[in-house]
């Protein structure tokens, strides 16, 4: 049942109740006035026959006809009768032969002056209980129709105001479904009215949002595309990654480089995606590692073999959002011709047995370096030959020098800094290029060396358990103090070092710089 009807119903209901509680009160008011008024006619009954019989001292019955008929057509009785002992002697209207219970409050017994007889008057109800009974019907009727009347009112102003409901329902419903031009029609200034308006601003600024949503979910479309086709056109893989380590997006790059024709929502992990491409097994580990903590850890790229012989770079640009937590850019590229050129660069350019510069990789380095000088830039040469390797290798045999050879490699790359150059050029001699360097490094450095000749474990069992002692003699140049040319460092330099050779091995000679070294207790000048 809808609204409009429940309060229709509830306001009849509610009027009728009212009326009946009042029309019962009423009723109840008017039956005592009636019982009074009978009562007051009986006392004026009682007083008129004994007015008679003061005056006629009698109550025949001729003097009581009279006075009788005379109460008989003022107040209308059923009947008036007398009764001599169990006879009736006169009587007017309808004698009941037996009167009723009901009867019995409308009945008045009057006793005569005379010997057994009694005036007895039954009142007719209908004449008693008139005024209460026609006030009955008039209230009764006055309310039904007043409720009706009422009922009849408020119908039309609740299907005025169901109307205008029902238009403000479709409309909201209407602006629901997506119609967001829909309006109500606001023609006065009642509650309704107002509430239309109100729905027409809703409806309004609910239109606006609309409308700039759309236009920056257009932007944003137009923006996806072109970083779409920006991304597509590189030659890097690019991805995106969420914190649970599921590809969102990749370009085709990356595609054509995991050899994926699809993205699957379902198996999108990059561990998945990755092994599916074919890493290989070795690096299983060191992928489980990668996946697991790359936003704790991603600073340095990660390089991984496939099956297929490529070799895969990874890296992260991780940052943290608010909103949807920690997310990640892979940029993935192919290395695999860098590694090969990297690896054939290390055949051609690395000493096999020591892993150092070979005598092309140094005259390379060495030249690149002067080539790349900026103004006042300076760059330390250093020549280096061991002090007493043939009679290792002549006593202990080949395989205990290469291990010297390789042990002095080691002792020389820990004496020099990530930015200096180790070289073999053959034999048991080496080279340094000490970058950015001035006569203060260059002396540290040729202490270090010879402090670690001298300390290194290898060579000192060797000393101790064959009387052999290998050291080094080395000769230092600088450009462009001593030299300009390549030529020139290395010809100052390698004269240096014979210099060192002369002055007694296991020393440096520094060119134009005298030094003091301590060999022992004893301390020798150069």
């Avoid at 990059?270 to 070795?282: P, Y």
Wanted: glycine letters at 6%; charged letters at 25%; a negative charge.
């Amino acid at each position: 049942m809808s609204f409009k009807w429940k309060w229709l119903l509830t306001t009849f209901v509610a009027q009728l109740l009212l009326g009946g509680i009042f029309t019962t009160i009423q009723y109840i008011h008017m039956g005592k006035l009636a019982e009074q008024d009978l009562l007051r006619i009986q006392e004026s009954f009682q007083s008129e026959l004994t007015k008679a019989h003061l005056a006629n001292n009698s109550h025949s019955l001729n003097a009581l006809s009279s006075i009788v008929r005379d109460f008989y057509s003022r107040h209308k009785p059923a009947a008036v009768w007398v009764n001599e002992g169990s006879e009736m002697a006169y009587a007017m209207g309808d004698v009941p032969d037996d009167l009723t219970p009901a009867a019995t409050p409308l009945l008045s017994i009057f006793d005569l002056p005379n010997t057994g007889q009694q005036l007895k008057v039954l009142f007719d109800e209908n004449e008693v209980y008139r005024g209460r009974n026609d006030m009955l019907f008039y209230l009764a009727g006055v309310f039904l129709l007043s409720a009706l009347a009422c009922s009849m009112i408020l119908l039309g102003l609740s299907n005025t105001l169901s109307a205008r409901l029902e238009d403000l329902r479709s409309k909201a419903m209407e602006l629901q479904s997506g119609k967001i031009q829909s309006r109500i029609e606001v023609t006065g200034r009642d509650e309704i009215s107002c509430l239309g308006a109100a729905f027409n601003s809703m409806a309004q600024a609910i239109e606006l949002q609309m409308k700039a949503m759309e236009e920056s979910h257009a932007r944003s479309v137009s923006e996806k595309n072109r970083l779409d086709m920006l991304l597509s056109s590189l030659a890097s893989g690019v991805a995106y990654l969420d914190e649970h380590f599921n590809l969102l997006y990749l370009n085709k790059a990356l595609a054509k480089m995991l050899k994926i024709e699809a993205l699957n929502p379902e198996s999108a992990k990059l561990e998945s995606v990755l092994i599916q491409a074919g890493v290989v097994r070795e690096q299983r580990i060191r992928l489980k590692d990668l996946v697991t903590d790359y936003f704790g850890n991603h600073e340095m790229p990660v390089e991984l073999n496939f099956t297929d012989g490529r070799v895969l770079q990874f890296r992260f640009a991780v940052y943290n959002d608010k909103i949807q937590g920690a997310h990640a850019v892979l940029i993935v590229d192919d290395v695999s011709i860098r590694k090969n050129v990297e690896d054939l660069r290390n055949e051609v350019e690395r000493d096999p047995l020591t892993g150092v510069l070979n005598r092309r990789g140094f005259d390379m380095t060495l030249e690149a370096r002067l080539s790349r000088l900026l103004p006042g830039e300076t760059l330390g040469l250093m020549f280096l030959d061991l002090d007493g390797f043939k009679a290792v290798n002549d006593t202990l045999g080949h395989k205990a020098g290469d291990q010297i050879l390789k042990t002095s490699a080691t002792l020389l790359k820990g004496a020099t800094r990530n930015v200096d150059h180790v070289a073999r050029l053959g034999g048991d001699e080496f080279a340094i290029i000490v970058a950015r360097c001035n006569i203060q490094l260059l002396k540290n450095i040729a202490e270090r060396i010879i402090e670690s000749f001298a300390c290194d474990k290898l060579l000192v069992r060797v000393r101790q358990n064959h009387g052999l002692t290998v050291s080094c003699s080395i000769g230092a140049a600088m450009h462009p103090l001593h030299g300009h040319s390549i030529q020139q460092l290395l010809e100052i330099s390698d004269e240096q070092m014979y210099q060192a050779k002369k002055a007694g091995k296991n020393c440096y000679r520094i060119a134009g710089v005298a030094t003091e070294l301590l060999l022992g207790d004893a301390a020798v000048k150069v």
